[in-house]
Every structure is written in C-alpha cells, then in structure tokens.
C-alpha cells in the first residue's frame, strides 16, 4: 500500500508518517506540499493534520477526498481538535476530522482520550517510544520542557510558578511563527533552539526535572522520549496522562491545578529501565489493523 506523505521532514507529523512507512517497508509517495497529482491505483495510507494539506479544514478534506477518489483509505489522525481552541476554529476542523474519519475504511488515531472526540469508534495505536541512550548527570536545579516551542506547552506557566527558584532548560527549536513570543521567555530560561538526537540526548541528562507542561494534549511525542531516555515525568493531569499513567504505571507524576513550584520541589528524578514500545510494536499494530479492514 502507498503512503502519502505531505508536508516537511521536520515537521513532526511528517517525520512520523516517514518513520511508519520505513517501519512497514511501504512505498512513499512524497510530496513537500499537497497537490493533485493523480495516485497510483489501489489503497493508499494518509497521515493527516489538515494545516499541511489545505488553506482551511474544509479545503484540507475536500481536496483529499477528491484525489483519493474511489479508492479505499487509511488515516493516521493527528493534530486532534479540541474546544480550548476557541469555538470558531474548533467547529471548523472537527466538522473537517470527523467527516474524513468517517469516509476511511481506517481511521487510527494515538490515544483513547483522542478517539473519544469521534463519532465512529477510531482504532487506537499509541505513539512509539524511541530508545535514548541518555547518560544522567543532571545538573541541580534545572527544569527542562522538550521539543517545540509555542503557546499553549506550558512554558509560561512554569515561569510564573516557579518564579527564578530553578532554571529552565527549553530543550528545541520555536515553532515557525512564534519567535517575538519565544523572545519574551528568553530571559527567564535557557533556550537551546534546534539540536541534534546525540546533543539532546546529552541536554536530556543535564536536566534534573523533566516536565511536560502542557495546558491540553491528547497525545505527546516529547512526553514518549523522556519515557523513552528511562526518566520519570511531571506531566499535567489530563485525561491524556492519566491513561499513559494507567499504561505505564509509576513513571509520570500528575501535576493537578498548575502547582508546578510545589511539585517539583517533591519530585525525586529517576532513571528507570525505558518501555519496550518502539517502532517495530507499532509496526505490528499497523500490519494487524490494515489486515483486519482488508488493507495491505
């Protein structure tokens, strides 16, 4: 089966739809951005976030169906509509989510908080968790958040809370768009901007309390790689972590009501042995789900 892969490398939904189909050994058909290209015949795979295939959701979908035409489909779905978004933009994408789900023969999406927002009943394959060889030597005091910066990660928020009693490491690069907003935390914490897998396994180490801070998430490949490095987590307490933590007991400490200054100061870092949940599990989750709706 083809895998329609739109959207840059760096892009992190992109960069997934890339690491599936190696890990499938499927064929790619790779496109920067979307366009009307006809497709070879028979089924074809679909990761999906609608900003990457259209100037609207609507747009996004409508442009998809028509280029799918007939044929059947499978949809990875990320990027999932939530209503923190704002009333206008949230009634646009999941009216658009909702009916490209419902036009797939699969429809997968990365969590049971996720597939609760749709109408069907979506299959659930998680996020792989990478194996880093991380060497822990934290350095005292240090605070890191990991991946990309922009609004809404919980940046701010450990700011205010912490207000100067540790440091803050910002493990990545300021999302295209946000840099005057990544200009203002600048002075309130260490902003490593892009680095390599080796040089960020290496900042993972330094830092002493990992923390996922996000304000609404229904699915984190920054939480999957701390996991991933062995470490225990701070996360927000959401109906997101509370299923990783029911998943992976032990390993993520929910944070309730934003009190991350009271949390850190009770956490004890660990190292622990990572979940053996990578790229070949979820290979094998893929397989048997095309394999069940009729899709090779």
Known sequence: MNHLIVGPSTHGVTAYALALAE??????????????????????????TD???GPSPADAVDALLARLGDRPFSI???????????????????AAYRRVADAATLAVVNSRHEASFFDGDPTVI???????????????????????????KGHEDLISSLGGSHTLR?????SPGHEDWAKRLAPYAEITGWI???QLAVEMGRTEVPVCAHRHFSASGSLMTWLGAG???LATDSAYT???????PGRVTLVADGDWAAATEAFEPQVVEPPVYGWVEVAEEWRKAWAACGLT
């Open 76 to 94: 990875s779905l990320h990027d999932i509509p939530q209503p923190e978004e704002g009333e206008d933009r949230f009634s646009r994408r999941a």
């Open 242 to 248: 509370r299923e990783i933590d029911e998943w992976l």
């Open 170 to 174: 910002f493990l990545g690069s300021v």
């Open 196 to 198: 390599d897998d080796a």
């Open 231 to 233: 470490r225990t987590v």
């Open 126 to 152: 998680r996020l792989p968790i990478p194996r880093i060889e991380s060497t822990f030597d934290p350095v005292p005091g240090t605070v890191g958040v990991l991946g990309y910066l922009y609004p809404g």
């Open 51 to 53: 900003h990457l295939l």
């Open 23 to 48: 890990a499938v050994n499927a064929p790619v058909l790779r496109e920067e951005t979307f366009s009307d290209n006809p497709l070879p015949s028979g089924p074809v795979h679909v990761t999906f």
